[in-house]
Structures are given as C-alpha cells and as structure tokens.
C-alpha cells in the first residue's frame, strides 16, 4: 500500500503556474534592488545617459566616499545605534514582563481555583 499518491497532469499543471507566478513576483521585487546597487556603482555619465541597467558601467567607488567623507553619516550612525538598541531592550523588557503572569490576578491553567480564597 502506497502512501505518496500519484500526481496528475492537472496537478503539475498547477504547479508549473504557481512556480512561474513566484519566480515573477520574486524577480519583480529583487531587480530594483539590483537596478539601484548597479547605479551607484557606475560612473556619472553612464547614469545621465540611462545606459545603466542590472551591471554597473564604469564601475567607480566616487558616490560612497562621497557619502562617507562627509561627519554627518558617522554622527546620525551614532544616534541609530543607541536609539536601536534602546528600543530593542525596551521591547524585550516588555515582552519578558508579559510572560510573567502576576499571581494575584491570573492563573497559569483557566480552570483552576485560587489558593487564595
């Protein structure tokens, strides 16, 4: 006795659909990230002509030390970092705090009587 059942055509059929539609839907959502990678790694005429596409065209570095000769990034990176880490620990704290049902108010199990009387 079998347990895995034979598939039919239709079943394939389906299948062939389903992957194609998520193959289109990932492709849709990556290759914008690529497209913006691959402009700011080309060359500034290459950008102003719109010939940059997937692949940077005379690939260069000039736009991040641009952006990191400036203090500005290295100061605003200064505050995210905190502020994150902040938040992150205010959420945990919070969530940690939940877990802990109080005693006098809540049960662990919802049939159960209060010792308390």
Known sequence: MAMVEERGVADRIVDIVLYAVLTFLALAC????????????????AVSAKAVWFWPIDFNLDNYGYI????????????????????????????WLRLTPSRATTSICPGAQSSRG
């Open 30 to 45: 990556l290759l914008p990230f690529l497209n913006v990678i691959a402009i700011s790694l080309s060359g500034f005429t």
């Open 68 to 95: 990191l000769a400036d203090d500005v990034l290295t100061t605003q990176f200064g505050i995210s970092v905190p502020r994150v880490a902040a938040g992150s620990a205010s959420a945990c704290s919070s969530w």
